[in-house]
């Protein structure tokens, strides 16, 4: 849900000072995502190890595994957000320490590149697996749902990435691709059995 209150990004992936000084709420904000992140982490990780029919055939393994450690980076990148790029803003370190402040910056591109990816790369082949053999048995218009909004999803690092700066509103795409997630994960404990 904190997602819902972030920021329009503004051009890049960098943070900028101007941004974080006038959202007050940026810590609790990405607080908020990165509790999410953990949540995704060890539903993943969960799948993994449970064993059963969910991480096969190998393409299915592959995704819940980047999907889990992508969200280990990413988890990362919403705590260093939350807990250090608000609190050195706050602090004038923009302006005061820039190597400091920038040496972080750095560290949120670094997590980002390698989280975002591999976690998109992860729900990509879950949603893709669902549309195509329905896994959990959703019906086939969510399924088709849930892949476009994971496809729509890629467009904020895109346009990050390639100066399509246009293209990084789709970060709220995020949201229904989450939920769509979520409830991928409730069908999943819904025919769990002890």
Known sequence: MGLLFHPVPAGGFEERASVLANTPWWGPIHI??????????LGSLLLLVA???????????????????????????????????????AHGAPTSVPLLYDAFNRLLLGYGWLGNPLFLAGLTGIAILEVRHRVVRMPPALSWTGLVVVL?????????????????PLIFANVPAFLWLAFYGWRVARGVTL
Do not use: K, Q
Not at 32 to 38: L, M, T
Not at 54 to 83: D, Q, R
Not at 152 to 160: D, F, Q
């Open 32 to 41: 908020a995502i990165a509790a999410g992140f953990v949540l995704c982490v």
């Open 152 to 168: 729509l999803s890629w467009g904020r690092g895109i346009g990050s990435a390639t100066g399509l700066y246009f293209l990084e």
């Open 51 to 89: 064993g059963g029919d969910l991480p096969h055939p190998w393409p299915a393994a592959l995704s819940w595994g980047a999907m889990a450690v992508g969200m280990m980076f990413f988890t990362g990148v919403a705590l260093i957000n939350g807990w250090v790029m608000h609190y050195l803003t």
